[in-house]
């Protein structure tokens, strides 16, 4: 059963691209996921001006670890992993076409742990594995009166690697937006939105 979508403009990933390390997702074209509201709801969009205030270099050094520890967790399809790194309370979504669609959204953790593993089942059927490449990652502290509250966002690209290919493809480009809470000495992520740059795409993994 064919559940890759067929890229408009696949093509080799060239070594440069292949510096970054980010968030992943498995797409298919012209068939609706979980749809919720027509518009993605980013309320850290308005916080990003600049000058931004940077996090303490090992307050820094230990978002960057959990970013990339989310990243992995994806590569090597550990939902329960992922779920750990996210607060009790925290909201998870997916949008598309650059923010104007609203995909996919929980804030239920057993549901986003649940819903991983189902997605984790799909690329396992397909013989396929993504790889996350994230780059140019920004943090800002909004409130100096809350410095454990920090706000990211990064550039990201995902490929896919399929079992009839000898080389992994491109899949898409999509901005990750965050914002991280500090709980018991530890960061986690207390919102996590996806936005993918192409408009016509529907978010079948991370």
Not at 161 to 167: I, K, L, M
């Amino acid at each position: 059963m064919a559940i890759l979508r067929k890229e408009k403009w696949a093509t080799n990933i060239p070594a440069a691209f292949m510096l970054a390390a980010a968030a992943a997702i498995w797409l298919i074209s012209d068939r609706p996921a979980l749809a919720v509201d027509p518009v993605c709801d980013d309320p850290s969009a308005r916080n990003w001006k600049y000058p931004i205030t940077n996090p303490e270099p090992a307050e820094r050094q230990a978002i960057m670890d959990l970013i990339h520890r989310y990243y992995w967790a994806l590569d090597e399809k550990n939902a329960s992993a992922i779920v750990e790194m996210f607060t009790r309370d925290a909201e998870y979504q997916v949008c598309s076409g650059g923010g104007g669609l609203k995909r996919e959204k929980s804030d239920d953790p057993e549901q986003l742990e649940n819903y991983f593993k189902g997605l984790f089942l799909k690329l396992d059927d397909a013989q396929s594995r993504i790889r996350h490449f994230e780059s140019n990652t920004l943090l800002n502290i909004v409130d100096p009166n809350a410095p454990e509250t920090v706000e990211a966002k990064s550039a990201m690209l995902a490929v896919i690697q399929r079992a009839d290919n000898e080389v992994p493809t491109l899949d898409y480009a999509a901005v990750l937006r965050a914002v991280f809470v500090k709980e018991n000495g530890a960061w986690k992520f207390k919102m996590l939105t996806l936005i993918t740059d192409e408009p016509k795409v529907m978010t079948r993994a991370r």
